[in-house]
């Protein structure tokens, strides 16, 4: 499948850099050229708890044969110290057959939107490193962090039976964001409804002439056939992407999030080194200083 | 920037929290786990009864800065031996190894010798533990 052995050694020292970089590394960083393929990406999220990890891991055994597979799973890094407890992977090491996978913890760190500083530099890593395929686990989000969105070309998002869900989802307008909903730990009471509930819902959102109409499957960790639907269903919505030559549009909506989250950060480190008299002068000047300070590289 | 950096002296640091073995007592290491986060490392936690092996290889792929064992069996000059051999088979010798839970004094001078970085035990202060691994990994 690929030309040469996967070198995890260097994919680990590489991430580990590029995790640390700053927002000045970034800007010096010389652009880098576009791998010469890029690999499949898929997006699992869900509110804390949901079984993304352990989704994951059974999701990644069942499609790595014949392929280049790779796991990024993100955690939350504390407010207080920037320390995180990385255990995304500790659900996944414990399958069986896991250890031929790459799977990479990662602390969101000053991200808030459910995903973590430099992801798209470290999915476009991945690329470069050869990977066929991409699983990105997000933090465990609630109503607002769907960043993930454009990183990913296929967004799973996972539900739970019986957590009132059902209006949460329509309140956060969810339906339009996921690809795939899922109803995870199916072999809990109440999955069915759920799963009609939330097929209800998706029947009535509008949908565009031929945009996707996102599907909803019933899965659980016990069920190994469930994870087999869901892999067909994925493959199914990446067939659909390159028929509707969709991959351009994700490639373009990911441009902007990589250039608005470096804008964003930069901004945050510049304002928040300023000690406090820097705001008592006027509004125009401090603005001024800012933005110079924000354009300057290094 | 001082102030920060002695509020948080492992910023930046990914260091990897494993129990090799079947050894089952994993307070110490929950509790290590923490202290670290909170001086602002990223700590990968392994779960229990890894091999040395899969600590190994888990701390090439998580591109590790150290790797810390905690055992209370009693098995810790098999374990670090073997979990030193799996790393160097993996050219990860670089990286630092350190040893916490019930070793007894004369076994730790010869992890040292083996090629543990430091050893640490009950007695000891978390911030001296702490002090110690950012001093080393500095
Ligand atoms: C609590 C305890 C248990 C609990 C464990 C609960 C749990 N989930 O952890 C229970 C009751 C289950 C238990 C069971 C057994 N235990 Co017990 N247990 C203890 C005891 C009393 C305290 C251990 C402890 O938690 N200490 C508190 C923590 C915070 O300390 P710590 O782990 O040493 O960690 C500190 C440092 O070492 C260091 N550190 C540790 N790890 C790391 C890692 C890094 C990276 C760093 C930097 C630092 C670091 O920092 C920590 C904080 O200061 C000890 C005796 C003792 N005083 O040590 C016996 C002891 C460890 N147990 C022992 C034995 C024999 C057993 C059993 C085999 C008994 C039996 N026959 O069934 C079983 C085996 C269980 C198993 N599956 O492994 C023996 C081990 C003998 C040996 N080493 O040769 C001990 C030493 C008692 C003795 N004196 O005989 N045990
Ligand atoms: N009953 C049942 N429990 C499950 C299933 N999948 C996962 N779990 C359990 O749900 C809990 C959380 O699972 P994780 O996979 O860690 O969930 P997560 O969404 O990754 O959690 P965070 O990353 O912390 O947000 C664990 O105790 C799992 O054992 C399932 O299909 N059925
Ligand atoms: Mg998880």
């Known amino acids: 499948m690929n030309s040469k052995p996967l070198d995890r050694h260097a994919l680990g020292q590489a991430l580990t850099r590029l995790a640390n970089a700053s927002t000045s590394d970034l800007m010096r960083s010389p652009q880098r050229t576009l791998a010469l393929s890029a690999a499949r990406r898929i997006g699992l999220t869900g509110a804390p708890g949901a079984g993304k990890s352990t989704l994951a891991g059974y999701l990644a055994l069942h499609r790595a044969p014949g392929r280049r597979l790779g796991i990024l799973a993100i955690d939350p890094s504390s407010p207080r110290s920037g320390g995180a407890i990385l255990g995304d992977r500790i659900r996944m090491d414990e399958l069986k057959g896991v250890s031929q996978l790459y799977i990479r913890s990662i602390g969101s760190r000053s991200a808030s939107d459910g995903l973590s500083d430099n992801l798209p530099e470290m999915l476009d890593l991945m690329d470069e490193f050869e990977f066929n395929e991409v699983l990105l686990e997000t933090v465990g989000v609630g109503q607002v962090e769907y960043a993930a969105r454009v990183q990913v070309d296929t967004l799973v998002l996972l539900l739970l039976p019986e957590s009132g869900d059902v209006v949460q989802a329509m309140k956060a307008g969810i339906m339009e964001m996921a690809d795939i909903f899922v109803i995870n730990k199916a072999d809990l009471p109440g999955a069915q409804k759920m799963a009609s509930d939330i097929k209800r819902i998706s029947s009535l959102a509008r949908h565009d002439e031929g945009s996707w109409r996102p599907s909803v499957l019933l899965a659980s960790s016990s069920k190994p056939e469930s994870i087999a639907a869901l892999s067909e269903e994925i493959d199914r919505h990446q067939a659909w992407l390159d028929l509707n030559d969709r991959r351009k549009v994700l490639r373009q909506q990911r441009a902007r999030y990589r250039l608005r989250r470096l804008i964003e950060r930069r901004a945050g480190e510049v304002i928040a080194r300023q000690d406090p008299s820097f705001f008592e002068a006027p509004m125009v000047q401090q603005l001024d200083l800012a933005l110079q300070q924000i354009g300057r590289k290094s | ?138």
């Open chain 2, 1 to 138: 920037m001082n102030e920060i950096k002695t509020q948080r002296p492992l910023a930046g640091k990914r260091i990897l929290v494993g129990k090799p073995g079947l050894d089952g007592h994993d307070i110490g290491a929950k509790i290590v786990a923490l202290t670290l986060r909170d001086a602002g490392a990223e700590v990968i936690y392994t779960g229990l009864r890894r091999t040395p092996q899969q600590i190994a290889q888990v701390a090439v792929d998580e591109g590790v800065d150290a790797v810390g064992l905690s055992i209370l069996s009693g098995s810790h000059k098999e374990l670090v031996a073997d979990v030193l051999a799996q790393l160097r088979a993996l050219t990860a010798g670089n990286i630092k190894v350190f040893v916490g839970g019930t070793i007894p004094r004369a076994d730790q001078a010869l992890l040292r010798e083996m090629g543990v970085a430091a050893v640490f035990t009950a007695d000891m202060p978390l911030d001296v533990v702490v002090a110690e691994l950012a001093h080393q990994l500095s």
